[in-house]
């Protein structure tokens, strides 16, 4: 490990793609590549990332992360200094919430076959079993400041900032129109912003300890198939969404400052910084652009015949 952090270092002098960012994004960024390397085990403590290869691409990434420090500020610990690095989202253990979580995850055995979770209190998702009826926001609902760290975030904007270094910008004479030659590029943000509000339903691929705490949950709605799943939502939003557009799949993580153009999927991708919950969204699309929405329920008879409630 020790020749591969050298080789980490000596990549990130090539393209140092960091450079331009000011203090506080390359803060944030430190933030949240390191929230990523850790989670909770079963045994209530805090660890590495057991998934080699998941554990290797943050411990790459995050070393680019110490070495744009030495470069800035010098040794370590310069430039980790005042605090700052205190509010880190990470799963805490001494949390009350935390013990019992890690037991019930390490005691809940899963039958073979693809599952799916939704985290929340037991009174909410005990009436989507009894009742079979789930609520559905609409995304503009989760850009809301009251919300948790892990749950707001703005699911109608993407955006992305590009190395300058990698872009010439080609300089003409303003009389002539002839080619004076090309000169470098400053700052390049991208953005893509979703043209019209729309519905979605979010579920995690992942069983862990960390997401109870994460999303202050008692129980988890755990699904047994998510094709049948897909199906029985598909069907109960037939008549309140008739001529919208029903998708799903697995939520695609971008790297803001490492993300190949030309296009992002702004209602299937969100920042990296929310990696480790491995989001898996179901999610309906308006005929016409559509702004403002309400929460509605959907239907799901059958709902008992796929899932159970594991309460912790």
């Known amino acids: 490990m020790a020749q591969q952090h050298l080789k980490w270092r000596e990549q990130y002098h090539s ?14 960024r430190a933030k949240d590549i390191f929230a990523n390397l850790l989670e909770l085990t079963k045994e209530s403590k805090i660890g590495l990332l ?98 948790g760290f892990a749950i707001r975030d703005s699911e109608m904007r993407a955006n992305i900032s590009l190395y300058p270094r990698d872009f010439k910008i080609k300089a003409f004479d303003g009389k002539t129109r002839k080619f004076k030659g090309e ?24 069983l862990l300890p960390r997401l109870f705490i994460d999303f202050e949950a008692d129980s988890c709605l755990i699904i047994n198939n998510t094709d049948a799943f897909a199906s029985a939502l598909d069907k109960g939003t037939h008549d309140q969404l008739s001529g919208w557009t029903f998708h799903y799949g697995l939520v695609e993580y971008y790297d803001p400052l490492n993300y190949p153009l030309p296009q992002l999927d702004v209602y ?23 702004q403002t929405l309400d929460p509605i329920f959907v239907n799901i008879p059958c709902i008992k015949e796929n899932c159970y409630l594991l309460k912790i």
């Open 15 to 28: 393209r140092r793609y960091m450079e331009f960012l000011d203090e506080e994004g390359l803060r944030q």
């Open 50 to 147: 057991t998934s080699p290869f998941e554990r290797n691409m943050w411990l790459r990434i995050w070393t680019h992360v110490l070495e744009e420090f030495k470069i800035r500020y010098g040794d370590y610990p310069a430039g980790f200094k005042g605090g700052w690095f205190r509010d880190v989202h990470y799963p805490n253990p001494k949390l009350p919430l935390a013990k019992s979580a890690a037991y019930a995850v390490k005691c809940t055995g899963l039958p073979p076959g693809d599952h799916l979770f939704k985290y929340g209190k037991a009174c909410h998702l005990e009436g989507v079993i009894n009742d079979g009826f789930l609520r559905v926001a609409p995304a503009s609902f989760y850009d809301d400041p009251s919300l």
């Open 183 to 206: 000169i470098p590029a400053s700052e390049i943000n991208c953005e893509w912003v979703a043209p019209t509000n729309y519905f979605v339903s979010c579920f995690s691929l992942s």
């Open 268 to 290: 299937m991708s969100k920042n990296f910084r929310y990696a480790y919950q491995r989001e898996f969204r179901f999610l309906w699309l308006p005929e016409s652009p559509m």
